[in-house]
Structure formats: C-alpha cells, structure tokens
T-cell receptor, first 115, second 113 residues
Framework: DAGVTQSPTHLIKTRGQQVTLRCSPK?????VSWYQQALGQGPQFIFQ???????QRGNFPDRFSGHQYPNYSSELNVNALLLGDSALYLC??????????????FGPGTRLTVT | GQQVMQIPQYQHVQEGEDFTTYCNSS?????IQWYKQRPGGHPVFLIQ?????EVKKQKRLTFQFGEAKKNSSLHITATQTTDVGTYFC?????????????FGTGTRLQVML
C-alpha cells in the first residue's frame, strides 16, 4: 500500500518564476492538504482540497493555487516566486471531507529553493 | 491572532531521562494531534486526543488533553536515541466559517548517550 508520494524531491527556481508541485494521496484517501514548512518552523496550512474543490485556506496570498484531479491527486502552483517561498512543501492526505479532524498522512515533501 | 505555542523550544536530555513538552492554544480545540518529525524527515502522526481530560499511552509515551481543551502535553519516559526529533502538537483553529489545522512551534528533542 503506497503512502503519500510527492514530486519532485528537490527544486531550484529563480525569483519571479512559477512552480508546480505534485502529490498523490495514500490509497483510500480523498482529501489532500498542502503545508509550507520553513526551516526550524512548524508546518503552515496552505489549503485543503476535497472533491476537486478548495475547501479550506490558510493565510497565503493568491500566488498560491492548487488543483485536485478526479483520481484525488493534487497540484500546488506558486506564481511569481519570492525568496521567502523557499521551504519544504508538504502534502498530506486524510480520509473524508472533515480532513482536519483526521490524522494527516504526510508525504516526504518537496524542498523548494528560490534564488 | 489564534495560535498554538509549545515549550520548551529545545530540550537536551541524557538517554534514560524523562522528557515533557507542553502545548498551549489561545482557543478551545475540538481535538489535538501530536506528530513527530525526525531530522530531514516529514511529520508522522502519533496520536489524536478528543475528550476533555483524556490521557492516552503508547509504550513510553503519555499524552494528555487539558480539562479546558486548550492545552496538552507529551511525556516520554526513559528516553532513547530513537526518540530524537521534533514533536509538534496541532489542532484545528477556527477562522470564520472554516478551520485550519494549526501546528505548534515544536519542541526539538536531542538525546545524548
């Protein structure tokens, strides 16, 4: 049973560029959440997707957008990258629409470096 | 704003000593979750507490949820080197009509031989 997978593992981008990160949830899970984790900090909630719609959103600007596909996989897009966007981006899946009340299964993350 | 704080930020212990991390929320939580993140790894779910005053044990780990559901603690008895990592509490904080899972600031545990 595959857990949560994310790609790519590492990514280096230049300021102003755009990036797309991908996530496949754990088998049987239909809810995907994205988190940003800066070095030495706890994960910060970006948004959550269920039934291909954004259901919850954290305090992140519109430069951060996402998508969920019918197979429950998800993408995180970040436009106009800033140096401050450098972080570990974590995808987490959970069962059911009330994702925040369930344990989150995290993927290994994508380390994004913006230069 | 609404937040979840943890103390201490860092803890160095000798192997075999006990360890406790405390989590405090600015608002009442419907549930509290605990995660462990090893260096270079990703958060791994440990447990969820839902009821006021709830206490749960997992081998050497004891988790408590406060009576007011605004604080929680994780206690590790007789630490081992395998306990090294950062421990996060997390709870759903309401933001208007929605709620978002908010992670605490974390406590980094280092175990020395």
């Amino acid at each position: 049973d595959a857990g949560v997978t994310q790609s790519p593992t590492h990514l280096i981008k230049t300021r102003g560029q755009q990036v797309t990160l991908r996530c496949s949830p754990k088998s049987g899970h239909d809810t995907v959440s994205w988190y940003q984790q800066a070095l030495g900090q706890g994960p910060q909630f970006i948004f959550q997707y269920y039934e291909e719609e954004e259901r919850q959103r954290g305090n992140f600007p519109d430069r951060f957008s996402g998508h969920q596909y019918p197979n429950y996989s998800s993408e995180l897009n970040v436009n106009a990258l800033l140096l401050g966007d450098s972080a570990l981006y974590l995808c987490a899946s959970s069962p059911g629409p009330s994702g925040l009340a369930y344990e989150q299964y995290f993927g290994p993350g994508t380390r994004l470096t913006v230069t | 704003g609404q937040q979840v704080m943890q103390i201490p930020q860092y803890q160095h212990v000798q192997e075999g000593e006990d360890f406790t991390t405390y989590c405090n929320s600015s608002t009442t939580l419907s549930n509290i979750q605990w995660y462990k993140q090893r260096p270079g790894g990703h958060p791994v779910f440990l447990i969820q507490l839902v009821k006021s005053g709830e206490v749960k044990k997992q081998k050497r780990l004891t988790f408590q949820f406060g009576e007011a559901k605004k604080n929680s603690s994780l206690h590790i008895t007789a630490t081992q080197t395998t306990d090294v990592g950062t421990y996060f509490c997390a709870g759903p904080l309401n933001t208007g009509t929605a709620s978002k899972l908010t992670f605490g600031t974390g406590t980094r545990l280092q175990v020395m031989l």
